[in-house]
């Protein structure tokens, strides 16, 4: 098979944007860091729809002069629809309703959608297993890899799961968009996906050096990736279709999610060609390597 | 080549036959319903209550369709929304609060399904729409009250053993006794740990201090563990009497973690009456009235709960907390005045028997204790306005009546005023006891309409999404695409189908994981086509679709083997909706790789096996 496209011919460009990227986003995290959404932040969120839209700076207003200070009130959607979050009192539950009946009491009347209150125990809680739980996720990640290839791809696909995740937190952070724990979610199943596609190339390349063609590491690498290529950009593609329509049509309250996994599939395919690639370029694989067949390949041959 | 015996179509039918079965139920429409149960949840619904129901509706002319027995429960089953309520109305003005009446919407699967445990998809609230509420038991409090007790015990005891106390306390959770001498001291120390002793280890951790002759005693994790567990234990059942009140047709109401509980209303329109009645932080007390004889140290005086102004002493030591009540109804005494039966579990009767059997003819006093609430507007440190919440406990006296004669597990308070009055008291007593005070730590309150919006939403992406994806498919892969789509509509029915079997909630998350599990569901696919086309260049088209197939497994398998490692983690770390989102996740993996692999590869071996192709469109 001719190779098309000699990606790794720019793979220290690929190395540098990488580089610079996650850098930005490091640094964006620790300076400004992520805008916690309700779950992880602790607080009560009101959501009100009403008939006509209405003046969120009188309400802004109202709110401040009767004693709920650290408020936010935005729309939600549509102008009709408002949302109002109200930072933690002491872990005081009622705020919801306080809010909402100040509201009708002003002469704002409409219709309570939702009301959601965490305490500010819960929220520690939440963000502690959040990043636990991603820890583990990514180790349990790696030690399956390594344990199914070789360790230099379990570093190359950790490498690349670790620059997914902090790239796309990175853009949380810097367009402050609200971070809760649907996009928690969302990167977790942005993981799932991006090692998806890790594997696929991996495993070609793995299938290539046993091979044992006379081919310099970075052609058989390149050739790998040629080969995957179509398969990368058909499945990127159905699953950009689906989540834009999620994006699109799927409503207010999963558009943090679908824009984290959209995000998710674009980092993700780059990243499978580019930082898993460039990581085994850069550990030096060899057919060596990878010189002993596994014997489970044959078994699961007769499977299907 | 590329032939499945009859055996391997056969499984696959009957696993498709299988889960269509399964997903059938979600077709469907419901229908609305009302539940009626006994206030008492001692009571089953009987045929005598069938009776009654069917006969008022039949005199108010209530157009009806079905009525039967189920779980404890009357379900009567309407043609439409107004005929529902208008019967609640008619049935609650009727029986009062001798019943509960739950709205419901019924959902009509046939019995023939619902007989082999066929069910619809359990909506989560965010689809439903509904309140959670998460309520943490404040374990300290509890613990403070035992050692109260404990307290009190031990100096009754140690009086009587004629031990010398110079004095007693209860600090950060520790009870010090000081002693004279060091003879009491030592007796303390024998007493102590010959009370330790449990039966899942000791109960006591103690401190000697021989140098001042102090010794302090804390409870054991052992203890405090089985305080906890206790706690916990009698708060989720007086939660669930609670909620049974709200009359809500599916409540949950479990623990969570280690002090905990998660109480899940789908379908309450109010849920601010519905948190009043689960966060009344209600106990009772059972205290003997002070007498002259009672130190001015060792009483506590309390007003009345109806009247502001009249005021009795009790003393400080509590008999019976109302945690021990495990029953309490009314009734009429022989005068035909209204009366208040009591029933305490063993050891509530044992404790009362003790407080009693000295003390017949003096009065016994039932205290209400009650956490509530202040909201105040003060200015902070920056001097703003903001509103403070402080929590106080207030104690108010609802009964104080003369003991005629020594009391046990079961007896009556007399002299409890109107028939209305002795059943307020009753349920009080019932419904009223809390182990120990909760707060809520995490409250989601979802709109009816807001529900239906989401799903609607949902559905609309689901159906976006997929013909998106099919087209494409279609377009791109001709007949293999052709299908890769029929897999992938089996693979909605299958993941349908299991999460109605398996009872899991689907959530909106989980319907996003259902749109996610579309778009990748054909990766499997794509991969095995990509390697189709590939070995097409090197082999004849039969052993290039073996090939294809065979090869892509191993590559499937692992990448899907990672992500349900994901899957999993976020079920144990998420809550509520993203456990949601991870169960359909899950599900869908492991389905669409049954479908894109098995169900393809019976599709294209249908279509080419052992035939002799000469060229292959892909």
Same mark, same amino acid.
């Given at each position: 098979?001719?190779?098309?496209?000699?990606?790794m011919?720019?793979?220290?460009?690929?190395?540098?944007i990488?580089?610079?990227?996650?850098?930005?986003?490091?640094?964006s995290?620790?300076?400004?860091?992520?805008?916690?959404?309700?779950?992880?932040?602790?607080?009560?969120? *009101?959501?009100v729809?009403?008939?006509?839209?209405?003046?969120?700076?009188?309400?802004?207003?109202?709110?401040?002069?009767n004693?709920f200070?650290?408020s936010?009130?935005?729309?939600?959607?549509?102008?009709?629809?408002?949302?109002i979050?109200?930072?933690d009192q002491?872990?005081?539950?009622?705020?919801?309703?306080?809010?909402?009946?100040?509201?009708?009491e002003?002469?704002?009347?409409?219709?309570?959608?939702?009301?959601?209150?965490?305490?500010p125990?819960?929220?520690?809680?939440?963000?502690?297993?959040?990043?636990?739980?991603m820890?583990v996720?990514?180790?349990?990640?790696?030690?399956?890899?390594?344990f199914?290839?070789?360790?230099?791809?379990?570093?190359?696909?950790?490498?690349?799961?670790?620059?997914?995740?902090?790239i796309?937190?990175?853009?949380?952070?810097?367009?402050?968009?609200?971070f809760?724990?649907?996009?928690?979610?969302a990167l977790?199943?942005?993981?799932?996906?991006?090692?998806?596609?890790?594997?696929v190339?991996?495993?070609?390349?793995?299938?290539?050096?046993?091979?044992q063609?006379?081919?310099?590491?970075?052609?058989?690498?390149?050739?790998?990736?040629?080969?995957?290529?179509?398969?990368?950009?058909?499945?990127?593609?159905?699953?950009?279709? *689906?989540?834009?329509?999620?994006?699109?049509f799927?409503?207010?309250?999963?558009?943090g999610?679908?824009?984290?996994?959209?995000?998710?599939?674009?980092?993700?395919?780059?990243?499978s060609?580019?930082?898993?690639?460039?990581?085994?370029m850069?550990?030096?694989?060899?057919?060596?390597?990878?010189?002993?067949?596994?014997?489970?390949?044959?078994?699961?041959?007769?499977?299907p | 080549? #590329?032939?499945?015996?009859?055996?391997?179509?056969?499984?696959?039918?009957?696993?498709?036959?299988?889960?269509?079965?399964? =997903?059938?139920?979600?077709?469907?429409?419901?229908?609305?319903?009302?539940?009626?149960?006994?206030?008492?949840?001692?009571?089953?619904? !009987?045929?005598?209550?069938?009776?009654?129901l069917?006969?008022?509706?039949?005199?108010?002319?209530?157009?009806?369709?079905?009525?039967?027995?189920?779980?404890?429960?009357?379900v009567?089953?309407?043609?439409?929304?107004?005929?529902?309520?208008?019967?609640?109305?008619?049935?609650? %003005? $009727?029986?009062l609060?001798?019943?509960?009446? $739950?709205? #419901?919407?019924?959902?009509?699967?046939?019995?023939?399904?619902?007989?082999?445990?066929?069910?619809p998809?359990?909506?989560?609230?965010?689809?439903?729409?509904?309140?959670?509420?998460?309520?943490?038991?404040?374990?300290?409090?509890?613990?403070?009250?035992?050692?109260?007790?404990?307290l009190?015990?031990?100096r009754?005891?140690?009086?009587?053993?004629?031990?010398?106390?110079?004095?007693?306390?209860?600090? !950060?959770l520790?009870? &010090?006794f000081k002693f004279?001498?060091?003879?009491?001291?030592?007796?303390?120390?024998?007493?102590?740990?010959?009370d330790?002793?449990?039966? &899942?280890?000791l109960?006591?951790?103690i401190?000697?201090?021989p140098s001042?002759?102090?010794?302090?005693?804390e409870?054991?994790?052992?203890?405090?563990?089985?305080?906890? !567990?206790?706690?916990?234990?009698?708060?989720?059942?007086?939660?669930r009497?609670?909620?049974?009140?709200?009359?809500?047709?599916?409540?949950?109401?479990?623990?969570q973690?280690?002090?905990?509980?998660?109480?899940?209303?789908?379908?309450?329109?109010?849920?601010?009456?519905?948190?009043?009645?689960?966060?009344?932080?209600?106990n009772?007390?059972?205290?003997?009235?002070?007498?002259?004889?009672?130190?001015?140290?060792?009483?506590?005086?309390?007003?009345?709960?109806? #009247?502001?102004?009249?005021?009795?002493?009790l003393?400080?030591?509590?008999?019976?907390?109302?945690?021990?009540?495990?029953?309490?109804?009314? /009734?009429?005494?022989e +005068?035909?005045?209204?009366?208040?039966?009591i029933?305490l579990d063993m050891?509530?009767?044992?404790?009362?028997?003790?407080?009693t059997?000295? &003390?017949?003819?003096?009065?016994?006093?039932?205290?209400?204790?009650?956490q509530?609430n202040?909201?105040?507007?003060v200015?902070?440190?920056?001097?703003?306005?903001?509103?403070?919440?402080?929590?106080?406990?207030e104690?108010?006296?609802?009964?104080?009546?003369?003991?005629? $004669?020594?009391?046990?597990?079961?007896?009556?308070?007399?002299?409890?005023?109107?028939?209305?009055?002795?059943?307020?008291?009753?349920?009080?007593?019932?419904?009223?006891?809390?182990?120990?005070?909760?707060?809520?730590?995490?409250?989601?309150?979802?709109?009816?309409?807001?529900?239906?919006?989401?799903?609607?939403?949902?559905?609309? +992406?689901?159906?976006?999404?997929l013909a998106?994806?099919?087209?494409?498919?279609?377009?791109?892969?001709r007949?293999?695409?052709?299908?890769?789509?029929?897999?992938?509509?089996?693979?909605?029915?299958l993941?349908?189908g299991?999460?109605?079997?398996? /009872?899991a909630t689907?959530?909106?998350?989980?319907?996003?994981?259902?749109?996610?599990t579309?778009?990748?569901?054909?990766?499997?696919?794509?991969?095995i086509?990509?390697?189709?086309?590939?070995e097409?260049?090197?082999?004849?088209?039969?052993?290039?679709? %073996?090939?294809?197939?065979?090869?892509?497994?191993?590559?499937?398998f692992d990448?899907n083997?990672?992500t349900?490692?994901? $899957?999993?983690?976020?079920?144990?770390i998420?809550?509520?909706?993203?456990?949601?989102? =991870?169960?359909?996740?899950?599900?869908?993996?492991?389905?669409?790789?049954?479908?894109?692999?098995?169900?393809?590869?019976?599709?294209?071996?249908?279509?080419?096996? &052992?035939? #002799?192709?000469?060229?292959?469109?892909?």
């Amino acid at each position: 098979m001719d190779i098309r496209f000699q990606f790794m011919k720019y793979r220290k460009i690929a190395g540098l944007i990488s580089i610079f990227l996650f850098t930005i986003s490091v640094l964006s995290l620790s300076f400004r860091g992520l805008s916690l959404g309700l779950d992880f932040s602790g607080g009560t969120l *009101v959501e009100v729809t009403y008939e006509t839209p209405v003046d969120l700076e009188i309400i802004r207003d109202t709110l401040k002069d009767n004693g709920f200070e650290d408020s936010q009130v935005i729309n939600f959607g549509t102008n009709l629809d408002v949302l109002i979050k109200v930072a933690d009192q002491n872990g005081n539950s009622s705020v919801g309703d306080s809010v909402y009946s100040l509201l009708t009491e002003k002469g704002f009347i409409g219709e309570l959608k939702r009301v959601e209150f965490v305490g500010p125990q819960v929220g520690a809680e939440l963000r502690d297993q959040g990043g636990l739980g991603m820890l583990v996720a990514l180790f349990m990640i790696l030690m399956y890899v390594a344990f199914r290839f070789q360790y230099k791809f379990a570093l190359g696909a950790v490498t690349a799961l670790g620059h997914d995740v902090v790239i796309i937190l990175g853009l949380f952070s810097i367009f402050a968009w609200d971070f809760d724990l649907t996009v928690l979610a969302a990167l977790l199943a942005v993981i799932g996906y991006s090692l998806n596609d890790t594997i696929v190339v991996s495993d070609r390349i793995r299938e290539n050096f046993r091979l044992q063609r006379e081919m310099e590491p970075q052609m058989m690498i390149d050739l790998s990736l040629n080969q995957t290529l179509g398969r990368t950009v058909v499945t990127s593609l159905t699953t950009l279709l *689906v989540l834009f329509a999620l994006f699109i049509f799927g409503g207010e309250m999963i558009k943090g999610f679908s824009l984290a996994l959209i995000l998710g599939v674009l980092v993700g395919t780059y990243s499978s060609i580019y930082v898993v690639a460039n990581m085994l370029m850069s550990l030096i694989l060899t057919q060596e390597d990878l010189a002993i067949p596994e014997p489970e390949g044959a078994d699961f041959d007769e499977l299907p | 080549m #590329n032939k499945f015996s009859i055996t391997q179509y056969l499984l696959i039918l009957t696993v498709l036959v299988f889960g269509f079965i399964y =997903a059938l139920p979600n077709l469907f429409p419901t229908q609305p319903s009302i539940q009626v149960a006994y206030t008492d949840s001692g009571k089953s619904a !009987d045929q005598v209550l069938l009776n009654d129901l069917n006969k008022l509706l039949s005199t108010n002319q209530v157009e009806y369709e079905d009525i039967s027995i189920r779980d404890n429960k009357i379900v009567i089953k309407f043609p439409n929304l107004e005929a529902q309520l208008a019967s609640k109305t008619i049935l609650q %003005k $009727a029986l009062l609060d001798k019943v509960i009446v $739950a709205l #419901n919407l019924e959902p009509t699967t046939p019995t023939w399904l619902k007989d082999i445990g066929g069910k619809p998809v359990k909506l989560g609230l965010d689809l439903s729409g509904g309140v959670h509420f998460l309520l943490e038991v404040d374990i300290e409090t509890a613990q403070q009250g035992r050692l109260e007790l404990l307290l009190d015990n031990y100096r009754k005891t140690f009086k009587e053993d004629r031990l010398k106390i110079t004095s007693s306390s209860i600090n !950060d959770l520790k009870l &010090n006794f000081k002693f004279n001498d060091r003879e009491s001291y030592n007796k303390a120390l024998s007493k102590y740990r010959l009370d330790s002793p449990g039966v &899942n280890g000791l109960q006591y951790i103690i401190t000697e201090r021989p140098s001042s002759n102090t010794l302090s005693l804390e409870y054991s994790d052992v203890a405090l563990r089985e305080i906890r !567990d206790y706690a916990v234990g009698q708060n989720l059942t007086t939660l669930r009497n609670r909620v049974n009140e709200l009359g809500v047709s599916e409540p949950i109401v479990q623990r969570q973690g280690s002090n905990r509980i998660v109480v899940q209303l789908p379908g309450v329109q109010d849920p601010t009456a519905a948190k009043k009645i689960i966060g009344k932080t209600a106990n009772l007390e059972f205290r003997l009235e002070a007498n002259s004889r009672t130190s001015p140290l060792r009483k506590e005086e309390f007003n009345f709960k109806e #009247n502001d102004y009249s005021t009795a002493f009790l003393e400080k030591a509590v008999v019976v907390s109302g945690d021990r009540v495990t029953n309490a109804s009314t /009734g009429f005494d022989e +005068s035909g005045l209204s009366q208040v039966n009591i029933t305490l579990d063993m050891q509530g009767g044992r404790a009362m028997q003790k407080a009693t059997s000295g &003390n017949i003819g003096r009065r016994l006093a039932v205290l209400f204790v009650e956490q509530k609430n202040k909201s105040e507007l003060v200015i902070n440190k920056n001097g703003n306005k903001v509103i403070e919440q402080t929590s106080y406990i207030e104690k108010n006296i609802i009964s104080l009546a003369t003991i005629q $004669a020594v009391l046990g597990t079961s007896f009556r308070i007399t002299g409890v005023g109107s028939p209305q009055e002795a059943s307020e008291l009753a349920l009080l007593l019932r419904a009223g006891a809390l182990a120990a005070p909760m707060k809520f730590v995490e409250e989601r309150t979802v709109g009816p309409s807001l529900g239906k919006e989401n799903i609607e939403l949902g559905m609309r +992406s689901i159906m976006i999404g997929l013909a998106l994806v099919v087209i494409f498919m279609t377009f791109y892969y001709r007949i293999f695409g052709l299908a890769a789509n029929i897999s992938l509509l089996i693979n909605l029915v299958l993941i349908t189908g299991i999460m109605s079997l398996l /009872g899991a909630t689907l959530t909106l998350p989980g319907i996003a994981g259902i749109v996610l599990t579309v778009g990748m569901a054909v990766d499997a696919n794509v991969l095995i086509f990509a390697r189709i086309r590939e070995e097409l260049k090197e082999k004849d088209p039969q052993t290039a679709i %073996k090939d294809g197939f065979s090869r892509a497994f191993i590559t499937i398998f692992d990448a899907n083997i990672t992500t349900l490692i994901a $899957a999993l983690i976020l079920y144990v770390i998420g809550t509520g909706p993203v456990k949601g989102f =991870a169960i359909t996740l899950s599900i869908g993996i492991l389905t669409s790789m049954f479908t894109a692999i098995i169900c393809t590869r019976a599709m294209v071996n249908l279509i080419y096996g &052992n035939k #002799n192709i000469k060229e292959l469109k892909i």
